[in-house]
């Protein structure tokens, strides 16, 4: 093992991905942590049904 890249790993910036809500992103910004916030929602509003629809037709 690597030991040298884990710690490298370790002492590097820590960047975020934030995909909820805007507030863990917020918190993390203000203990200046870098945040890309993704503005993700399930497909067809978490409706099931709709999803399936949408799969059947290829979307």
Same mark, same amino acid.
């Given at each position: 093992?690597?030991?040298?890249?884990?710690? %490298? !790993?370790?002492?590097?910036?820590?960047? #975020? /991905?934030?995909?909820?809500? &805007?507030?863990?992103?917020? %918190? !993390?910004?203000?203990?200046?942590?870098? #945040? /890309?916030?993704?503005?993700? &929602?399930?497909?067809?509003?978490?409706?099931?049904?709709?999803?399936?629809?949408?799969?059947?037709?290829?979307?």
């Amino acid at each position: 093992m690597d030991t040298d890249k884990i710690q %490298a !790993l370790f002492d590097s910036p820590l960047m #975020v /991905v934030n995909i909820g809500p &805007r507030l863990f992103g917020e %918190a !993390l910004e203000k203990q200046g942590v870098e #945040v /890309v916030q993704v503005d993700w &929602r399930p497909p067809a509003g978490g409706d099931k049904q709709m999803q399936d629809l949408l799969s059947a037709l290829g979307m």
